[in-house]
């Protein structure tokens, strides 16, 4: 059975303070790891995808990192606005739909 | 705005009851996909539509069904409901050109419905 499983749960920073969460992954045949924010009571909201070990993807303070295990979500000098659930998925082989992690709740104080 | 739009908002209904949400798809996107959202399960796929036919399915309950209709617009049925199926109900869209396959998906703003 595939699973993400997503660290820490949760993570509070103070403004300016980089940071990394994680998203590891068993799935029988990897098609695409992707990354969405998601705001309380919003929709999820792309960020990034990544379809091969190696690949980076940067977008503003973020950065995203993928190996054949895990990915991570790089985030530089992060700010207030930047706190939300960060939620990764991933599409195999054997279908279309993502099977998503459990998110990382990202608090950023000023 | 992801251009996904999702109606209604909100829904609050009883046991047994029967609901419908709808959802339009972005603009030329094919593919249709129905999540569903709970604090204990979190972000879980139900079912997905492209081009008018069931495409792939998830755990959705006997209770559940879908369409999607020529105009690509999908509607999502919740029939006999229990108090579990409490939760956010999402629908996503991709282009569709490869059948879904590395397509990001676009999410909506979601449909909150409350069972009482």
């Known amino acids: 059975e595939d699973q993400v499983t997503q660290s820490p749960e949760a993570l509070r920073l103070q403004e300016g303070e980089s940071s990394s969460l994680n998203c590891s992954y068993t799935?029988?045949?990897?098609?695409?790891l992707f990354w969405y924010r998601q705001d309380p009571g919003k929709g999820p909201e792309f960020l990034f995808t990544?379809?091969?070990a190696g690949e980076e993807k940067e977008k503003e303070r973020l950065k995203a990192t993928l190996t054949k295990k895990e990915s991570f979500l790089h985030i530089t000098a992060p700010k207030p606005e930047d706190s939300a659930t960060y939620l990764c998925a991933v599409q195999v082989d054997a279908g279309n739909m993502l099977t998503f992690g459990g998110g990382t709740r990202l608090m950023v104080k000023p | 705005d992801s251009g996904v739009t999702q109606t209604p908002k909100h829904l609050i209904t009883a046991t047994g009851q029967r609901v419908t949400l709808r959802c339009s798809p972005r603009s030329g996107d094919l593919s249709v996909y129905w999540y569903q959202q709970s604090l204990d399960q979190g972000l879980q796929f139900l079912i997905q539509?492209?081009?008018?036919?069931?495409?792939a399915k998830g755990n959705i309950l006997e209770r559940f069904s879908a369409q999607q209709f020529p105009d690509l617009h999908s509607e999502l049925n919740l029939s006999s409901l229990e108090l579990g199926d409490s939760a956010l109900y999402f629908c996503?869209?991709?282009?569709?050109?490869?059948?879904?396959?590395?397509?990001?998906?676009?999410f909506g703003p979601g449909t909150r419905l409350l069972v009482l």
């Open positions: 539509y492209y081009n008018g036919e069931e495409r």
């Open positions: 996503a869209s991709s282009a569709g050109t490869s059948g879904g396959l590395q397509e990001t998906q676009y």
């Open positions: 990544l379809y091969s």
């Open positions: 799935v029988s045949g990897l098609r695409g």
